[in-house]
C-alpha cells in the first residue's frame, strides 16, 4: 500500500461531506459519520505520530551506546 503525504480535499455538498483524495478516493458522509471519521483519524494519527517519537528516540539511544 502507498502512503500519501498529502492530505485530502473535504467539501459540503448539499448537507453531506464530500471527500476527494489520492487514488480515486471519492467518498460523501453524512455529518454523524464524519464526525466519527474524523475522530478515528486524529486518534490514529495521534499514536502513529507517538510510534514515531519511539522509534526516534530508540534509533538516538542504540547510537549513543
Known sequence: DKIY????????????????GPDGVDVTFTADAADETSQRLLEASMKARGLRRIASRKRRNDEAT
Open 5 to 20: 503525504d498529502e492530505p485530502s480535499k473535504v467539501t459540503v455538498e448539499d448537507g453531506a461531506i464530500a471527500v476527494d
